[in-house]
């Protein structure tokens, strides 16, 4: 049996997103469970103030220590797009529609952010970010989830779907929750 040392509760609607945290934060000895509340997203130009927005409206309905997590990619040739709207992007036009506005193109660079937010009974949101340069492939690669087979992290020669359990190793997630453990449980 494993002792955990501290606990909390993650809020998301991605089953994905889910699994991934929950094995990175186990490394650290923090048991994480699932809290798939309905939280309404702010729209805002920054993914730091719609965490934080996030992070306090379900803090207020849980009222225990809770973390949520809000990525984008952002894509250099397109200004920066999908960046805030990555989850609509997705849900929209996804993989496809965005290699279709890069076609032609090879200035391929983008990163992926990860901001990690949490909010307890003592504790006022705080977050922890994560960035991972990369490029955008020319076809989908690898069976992954999201944008996981269009983007591959710099020094790699695989998508993030390529790269399966590895991607947890270098991943934005990985880097931002590396900051919230070490601080949450030091
Ligand atoms: P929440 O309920 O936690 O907000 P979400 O799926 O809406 O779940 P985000 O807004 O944080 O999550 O994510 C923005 C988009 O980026 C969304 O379409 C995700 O599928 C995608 N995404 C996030 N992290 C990813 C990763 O590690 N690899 C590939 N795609 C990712």
Redesign the pocket.
């Known amino acids: 049996m494993i002792e955990y040392a501290r606990r909390v509760s993650f809020v998301?609607?991605?089953e994905h997103?889910f699994r991934?945290v929950k094995a990175i934060l186990e490394g650290y000895g923090i048991y994480v469970d699932h809290s798939p509340l309905d939280i309404v997203?702010i729209q805002a130009s920054s993914i730091e103030e719609i965490a934080v927005a996030k992070v306090r409206s379900a803090y207020e309905r849980l009222r225990r220590g809770v973390i949520?997590?809000?990525?984008?990619?952002s894509i250099h040739a397109l200004k920066g797009f999908p960046g805030p709207y990555?989850?609509y992007v997705?849900?929209t036009i996804g993989n496809e529609g965005i290699l279709r506005l890069m076609y032609g193109i090879e200035e391929r660079s983008a990163y992926?952010i990860s901001v990690v937010a949490y909010c307890s009974d003592i504790v006022e949101p705080v977050t922890f970010t994560g960035r991972v340069d990369g490029t955008i492939a020319y076809t989908m690669r690898g069976d992954g989830?999201?944008?996981?087979p269009i983007?591959i992290p710099k020094g790699s020669s695989r998508t993030?779907a390529e790269m399966r359990d590895d991607k947890s190793r270098v991943?934005?997630?990985r880097l931002a929750l590396d900051g919230f453990a070490k601080w949450f449980n030091p």
């Open positions: 998301t609607s991605n997103k991934e997203e949520v997590e809000d990525d984008a990619l990555s989850s997705f849900r992926f989830w999201g944008y996981d983007f993030y991943s934005h997630r």
